[in-house]
């Protein structure tokens, strides 16, 4: 029945040719397999990835070849499924571009790379690798949203009377209302944007799991304001999934990035730091200035570096903001490792920042001479 297949892969359903490809996952004939490697560069992305599940039962290292090159296709789940075929395959070699991978704007191709890469027995040589591994794989602990809800709700005051229990019951009764929930999602597919936004505020209001699943599914949405509306919203939950949020750090909109830094801050565990040094460096202030506040609030010292840099941000307030963040961390820290290891990267800011180098030459005024802090240091 191969002429069949044939025939299926050249029809104009997606569907026909899935079914092909996967017809021809059990051949062993090369001109077979050479089909499913062309199905590979298909226009639809289920055929795809059926041709990279199909490739999957077949150890050459052709077939590693083109998974790997399968982990950059512009389609979430044929990367995804090409990270769990690579992890499958058991080639130690595929670690590099799976340890790419973690850094992917998408949650289900990081941990998807996760997998594969601890299937492999490989393991991080990078604290910053540490934390995109470790917070993929779901091994970081997620923040409660429900202190911050009480006293948003009540004002900052703890109402524990029978009225309030009864108001709060009330309440959620009718937020969890099966034909509420059901006219919400309706909302989410009207073309009305506000309508959209609105529903996705009043989804993140209740507390069922489904729902926080299909709020980060708009994570990947083409509006930028309905990224953020779903992340505020998930922000906001109990069983908001820290990892999902690692994606948002790379968002083309500022706005979706601010919302994803401050709640990652909001975790405070030491291996969030890893993955938020780059957002030092964000061209909008308000994320700069987001991100040392959350590393402050972190308080691992291994942030002392990269803020010690920010020392010689172009904005005064950011200055002010990564001065208090190095003093919450440690109240010493000019005579810290971080300090002196920061030093080389603002003497080479000096060749590049002509027009400010005094913001520089001050931040670098700091710090003590290198042979006093080796000294003390020792």
Same mark, same amino acid.
Do not use: W
């Given at each position: 029945m191969a002429w069949l297949d044939t025939l299926l892969l050249k029809s104009p359903n997606p569907r026909m040719r899935c079914k092909a490809v996967e017809n021809l996952a059990g051949s062993s004939h090369p001109i077979d397999t050479e089909r499913i490697f062309a199905s590979l560069h298909d226009s639809?992305?289920?055929?795809?990835?059926?041709?990279?599940?199909?490739?999957?039962?077949?150890?050459?290292?052709?077939?590693?070849? #083109?998974?790997?090159?399968?982990?950059? =296709?512009? /389609? @979430?789940?044929? %990367?995804? $499924? !090409?990270?769990?075929?690579?992890g499958g395959l058991g080639d130690k070699s595929s670690t590099a571009a799976l340890t790419v991978c973690l850094r992917d704007q998408d949650a289900a191709v990081r941990i998807a790379a996760a997998g594969a890469l601890r299937a492999l027995g490989w393991r991080p040589s990078t604290q910053e690798e540490v934390a995109w591994f470790e917070m993929a794989l779901g091994n970081t602990p997620a923040v409660s949203a429900q202190n911050l809800s009480t006293?948003? #709700?009540?004002?900052?005051?703890?109402? =524990?009377? /029978? @009225?309030?229990? %009864?108001? $709060? !019951?009330?309440?959620?009764?009718?937020?969890?209302?099966?034909?509420?929930?059901?006219?919400?999602?309706?909302?989410?597919?009207?073309?009305?944007?506000?309508?959209?936004?609105?529903?996705?505020?009043?989804?993140?209001n209740i507390g069922e799991p489904q729902i926080t699943e299909m709020l980060l599914k708009l994570?990947?949405?083409?509006?930028?304001?309905?990224?953020?509306?779903?992340?505020?919203?998930?922000?906001?939950?109990?069983?908001?999934?820290?990892?999902?949020?690692?994606?948002?750090?790379?968002?083309?909109?500022?706005?979706?990035?601010?919302?994803?830094?401050?709640?990652?801050?909001?975790?405070?565990?030491?291996?969030?730091?890893?993955?938020?040094?780059?957002?030092?460096?964000?061209?909008?202030?308000?994320?700069?200035?987001?991100?040392?506040?959350?590393?402050?609030?972190?308080?691992?010292?291994?942030?002392?570096?990269?803020?010690?840099?920010?020392?010689?941000?172009?904005?005064?307030?950011?200055?002010?903001?990564?001065?208090?963040?190095?003093?919450?961390?440690?109240p010493d820290w000019m005579h810290s490792e971080g300090a002196q290891n920061a030093r080389g990267r603002l003497e080479a800011l000096l060749s590049v920042r002509a027009a400010d180098g005094w913001v520089v030459e001050l931040a670098l005024g700091r710090l003590p001479p290198p042979e006093a802090a080796t000294h003390e240091m020792s």
């Open positions: 639809d992305p289920q055929v795809r990835c059926a041709a990279v599940r199909a490739l999957s039962k077949k150890r050459t290292a052709q077939t590693r070849a #083109s998974l790997i090159k399968a982990l950059h =296709d512009h /389609s @979430f789940q044929v %990367r995804e $499924a !090409a990270a769990r075929a690579l006293a948003s #709700s009540t004002g900052g005051r703890i109402e =524990d009377t /029978s @009225f309030y229990r %009864r108001m $709060a !019951a009330e309440d959620l009764k009718q937020r969890s209302d099966p034909a509420r929930i059901k006219s919400l999602f309706s909302d989410l597919q009207s073309g009305d944007l506000l309508v959209i936004v609105s529903a996705i505020h009043d989804l993140g994570f990947r949405h083409r509006e930028a304001e309905i990224r953020l509306a779903a992340a505020q919203a998930v922000a906001a939950r109990d069983d908001a999934p820290p990892g999902h949020f690692l994606g948002l750090l790379q968002d083309p909109n500022f706005e979706v990035r601010l919302t994803a830094v401050q709640f990652l801050g909001r975790i405070r565990h030491k291996q969030i730091a890893e993955v938020l040094f780059p957002l030092l460096a964000d061209p909008k202030l308000e994320v700069r200035q987001a991100t040392a506040t959350a590393l402050g609030l972190i308080g691992n010292p291994s942030a002392i570096e990269s803020l010690v840099v920010s020392l010689a941000d172009e904005d005064e307030h950011m200055r002010l903001v990564a001065e208090r963040a190095l003093e919450q961390i440690d």
